[in-house]
């Protein structure tokens, strides 16, 4: 049974910074890519990051560029979200995803919350 498990949310002022894991089970973790997405209040869910099964391909939306890092440590079938420079706009509920076999996996989510 695939499982995704995110943490690392919480509470940061305007600048601060946050590093999301997201923790996988139940496939070869090694063999698949993974993503982050994000869904902030009111509206829809968008991609935020994404990495290969090696992690030799990182790529980003534009507006995370230079802030966010996506990495993943496969030992530990865990995929890392890196967030710097954070702003209010990045409030957000934060999920990672895989796909396996054209099936879509998400976790529950993280909550990011960027407030003075």
């Known amino acids: 049974q695939v499982q995704l498990v995110e943490s690392g949310g919480g509470e940061v002022q305007p600048g601060g910074s946050l590093r999301l894991s997201c923790s996988a089970s139940?496939?070869?973790?090694?063999?698949?890519?993974m993503r982050w997405y994000r869904q902030a209040p009111g509206k829809e869910r968008e991609w935020v990051a994404s990495?290969?099964?090696?992690?030799?391909?990182?790529t980003y939306a534009d507006s995370m560029k230079g802030r966010f890092t996506i990495s993943r440590d496969n030992a530990k079938n865990t995929v890392y979200l890196q967030m710097n420079n954070l702003r209010p706009e990045d409030t957000a509920v934060y999920y990672c995803?895989?796909?396996?076999?054209?099936?879509?996996?998400w976790g529950q989510g993280t909550q990011v919350t960027v407030s003075s």
């Open positions: 995803r895989t796909t396996i076999w054209s099936n879509n996996y």
């Open positions: 990495i290969t099964n090696t992690g030799g391909i990182r």
């Open positions: 139940g496939f070869t973790f090694s063999t698949y890519a």
